[in-house]
């Protein structure tokens, strides 16, 4: 809508008040635009969704020396988090604390996990990775492994992490990215592309060693974004 403002049939004062008004309304037109654009832009940007497993009462694997997979699971979702933010990437933290997980009597790792996938589905253009540490009867396995969901955008980011895991961080590694099962909760309810990434065994000791140390949970957090990274581009092609 075009204003056309005639002030010489006008007051000066109505005159400069109608063109004030029409420069407001067209500024303010302007503004809801950029902001609309701005959200439009938002909605288009991939964001890391990033799930450290179990938590709370629920620390999932124990490790002979009492360290809990939950927080190793956690140290290494938060490096994550930091080194995507520093990289100018969005992301999404199922969780950053045990703050969900306070209430024993209350708490439901079912309800827990249709949390965690109704969060990654309410993400627009989200990619879904979840960290967790495997353990064994016996001490010999070792090694990442990546379980990925059940469609073509999953498995080529499962390869992906594999791949890297492999190369850059465990060239003695073996294991190949598998699809996870059917039963596996979150793969199969998260509606984007989702790994689930065991980063190794908490039951064979030296790896046990090395996943309780800083350094090497960062190195896991860059395998994982180096590899968030390169799917991009690829993401919306597949």
């Not at 004062?13 to 809801?32: E, K, Q, Y």
């Not at 997980?101 to 969060?119: K, N």
């Not at 540490?133 to 070792?142: D, I, L, M, R, S």
Request: a negative charge; aromatic letters at 8%.
């Amino acid at each position: 809508m075009f204003y056309v403002i005639r002030l010489k049939k006008l007051g000066s004062a109505a005159g400069w008040l109608c063109f004030a008004l029409a420069a407001f309304i067209l500024l303010r037109a302007v503004s809801t635009v950029r902001v609309l654009r701005a959200v439009e832009l938002l909605e288009e940007e991939p964001v890391l969704v990033i799930d450290a497993g179990h938590g709370g009462f629920d620390g999932g694997a124990i490790a002979v020396n009492g360290v809990r997979e939950s927080d190793i699971n956690l140290a290494i979702a938060q490096k994550l988090e930091v080194l995507a933010a520093f990289c100018g990437q969005r992301t999404v933290m199922t969780r950053s604390d045990d703050s969900r997980r306070t209430d024993l009597l209350s708490y439901s790792e079912h309800e827990d996990l249709v949390y965690r996938a109704e969060l990654a589905n309410q993400q627009p253009n989200a990619v879904f990775i979840s960290i967790h540490q495997n353990f064994y009867p016996t001490t010999q396995p070792y090694g990442a492994q990546v379980l990925y969901a059940d469609d073509p955008q999953s498995t080529r980011l499962g390869q992906l992490t594999q791949n890297n895991f492999v190369s850059c961080l465990q060239p003695e590694n073996r294991r190949l990215a598998e699809p996870a099962l059917k039963t596996l909760y979150l793969t199969a309810h998260v509606d984007c592309p989702a790994i689930l990434v065991e980063c190794g065994f908490l039951s064979n000791y030296n790896e046990m060693e090395k996943l309780m140390q800083d350094s090497y949970q960062t190195a896991i957090a860059t395998v994982l974004l180096a590899s968030y990274l390169q799917f991009l581009p690829e993401m919306n092609s597949l």
